[in-house]
């Protein structure tokens, strides 16, 4: 079993303004799609998005109406990697990876939503964080980045 988890990833918009989550009449099972960028120099601006899908069954189906998920929500997915296969009316057979969800979470993608911030800047029984006088805020370069740099004899795998 292909376990996955995927942080940071974002909910797409839905297809042709179809609803960014898909729920079967039942309500018991839903459908999604995720979106995250990954760096490629051959696309436009170094960057190129990854789309996965996503369905998940009850209890979870509950729990994604309750955090009132919508396009642009930024998530975590924790789950398994497994295939959708279908047969087409021409008689072809169609195969689509899918992550089979086991847990969600919001993510601090930071998509502005003043909800987020506000659980951002508190624990869990609501008090604020308490900041630690005396410790630096971690430095990473100059915060551009400016995209891989080969190693070696300067063979990109790209």
Sequence with gaps: ??????????I????ENNPSLRFNEARDVVRFKIGYTVYDKRADKNRRWINLNVTAFKPLVD????????????INVFGRLDEDVWTTD???????PVIILE?????GGGNGDKKSEATSTA????APIQEIPGEPEPVFGNGVF????PVGDGNSLY
Excluded: A, Q, W
């Design 1 to 10: 079993m292909n376990k996955v988890m995927i942080t940071g990833t974002v």
């Design 12 to 15: 797409s918009k839905g297809y």
């Design 63 to 74: 729990r994604i109406v309750k955090m009132e998920l919508k396009e642009g929500s930024y």
């Design 90 to 96: 021409d008689g072809i057979t169609k195969r689509v």
């Design 103 to 107: 847990d969600i979470e919001f993510s």
């Design 123 to 126: 624990d869990p029984t609501g």
């Design 146 to 149: 400016e995209g891989f740099t």
